[in-house]
C-alpha cells in the first residue's frame, strides 16, 4: 500500500463510517478494486481511531457532561436517576453484546463474514430494514427516553455491524427507529455508543500491530490514513446530523441496495473475487481477545 492508497482509504473510511452505508464493506470493495487484497481488520481497526477521534471533538460538550455526571452520581452531587448518569450506564450496557458476539463468533468474523457474495447481501438485506423502519417508525421518542431495555437493544444491534456491509451506525440507527426514537436521537446515540468499542478495538490492534507487525499494511501508511479519516469525518458528521433532522434515511437505502447489485454483477462476471488470500488467512495462535478486537472493528 502507497500514500496515494492510505489517502483514498482514508478518504473512504471518513465518508463512509457515519453514513448508514457500511464502512468495512467500502473499505474490503475499494481495497479489492485498487488490487491490494483485503487492508485487514487491523488497519480498519486502528483508521477507525481517525474517525471516532472526529465523535469526540463534536460531541465534546455531550460527552464531558456525560462523563462528569456518570462520576459525580457516585459522591451524590447528581442524582443517580439523572438522565445523563443513565446514560452513561446504558452506553456502558450497550458496548457489551458487541464484545460478548465477537468472542463467541470469532471464526466466522474471520472467514465466512468477510466474503464479497456476503457483504453485498447484507447491504441489500439491512439496506431495506432501514427504510422499512424509517417508514414504520413513530419517530416521537426523545434520547431522555432511553430506558435500560431499550439500551441493550441498541448494543445488539450495534453488535451486528460484526458482519461487513451491516453498518454500525445503520444497524443501531434502524433499531432505534423501529423502537419509536426520533432521527437524530438514534443516530446520536449510535455515535455515542461507538465510542468505548471503537475506541477499544483501535487501540488494541495499534499496540499489537506495533509490538507484532501483520505483514498487512504499513503503520506509516495506516496512521496517514488514520488522519485523513479524522478530518474527512468531521465534515460527514456535521452534513449527516443536519441532514437527517430534516429528510428521510431513503436516499441510504437506494445507494445500498444498488451497490449491493453492483458487487454481486462485479462477482458473477469476474471483476472481483469473493475473498482474498489475507481475509481468509487464519492464524493457530490467534487469540480470543484478537477475534472480540477484529469483531468490533467492523
Do not use: N
Amino acid at each position: 500500500m502507497g500514500i496515494f492508497e492510505a489517502i483514498l482509504l482514508g478518504i473512504i473510511q471518513g465518508l463512509t463510517e457515519f453514513l448508514p452505508i457500511s464502512s468495512s464493506a467500502h473499505l474490503r470493495i475499494a481495497s479489492e478494486l485498487m488490487g491490494i487484497g483485503d487492508a485487514g481488520a487491523a488497519f480498519t481497526a486502528i483508521t477507525q481511531i481517525g474517525t471516532e477521534a472526529a465523535v469526540v471533538v463534536f460531541f465534546w460538550r455531550d460527552i464531558v457532561r456525560i462523563v462528569g455526571a456518570w462520576f459525580g452520581s457516585f459522591t451524590g452531587r447528581v442524582p443517580r436517576r439523572d438522565p445523563d448518569v443513565l446514560l452513561g450506564w446504558w452506553i456502558i450496557l450497550g458496548t457489551l453484546p458487541i464484545v460478548v458476539l465477537g468472542l463467541l463468533f470469532q471464526d466466522q468474523i474471520e472467514t465466512t463474514l468477510r466474503s464479497l457474495w456476503f457483504v453485498a447481501a447484507t447491504l441489500i438485506v439491512f439496506g431495506i430494514l432501514l427504510g422499512i423502519a424509517d417508514w414504520a417508525g413513530r419517530k416521537t421518542r426523545p434520547l431522555e427516553q432511553l430506558t435500560w431495555k431499550h439500551g441493550l437493544i441498541f448494543g445488539f444491534a450495534q453488535a451486528m455491524a460484526l458482519i461487513p456491509g451491516v453498518s454500525r451506525s445503520g444497524g443501531t440507527i434502524t433499531a432505534g427507529l423501529l423502537m419509536g426514537y426520533r432521527r437524530e436521537a438514534a443516530a446520536r446515540y449510535a455515535f455515542l455508543l461507538a465510542i468505548p468499542a471503537v475506541f477499544g478495538s483501535g487501540f488494541y490492534q495499534l499496540v499489537k500491530e506495533v509490538r507484532e507487525p501483520s505483514g498487512g499494511a504499513p503503520m506509516l501508511m495506516t496512521l496517514v490514513a488514520s488522519v485523513v479519516a479524522f478530518l474527512v469525518a468531521i465534515v460527514v458528521i456535521k452534513f449527516f446530523m443536519s441532514y437527517i433532522s430534516k429528510r428521510s434515511f431513503m436516499p441510504f437505502v437506494i445507494y445500498r441496495v444498488l451497490l449491493g447489485i453492483a458487487i454481486m454483477v462485479l462477482l458473477a462476471t469476474g471483476v472481483l473475487t469473493p475473498e482474498s488470500g489475507a481475509s481468509l488467512a487464519t492464524d493457530a495462535g490467534t487469540s480470543v481477545s484478537d477475534a472480540a478486537a477484529m469483531g468490533a472493528a467492523q
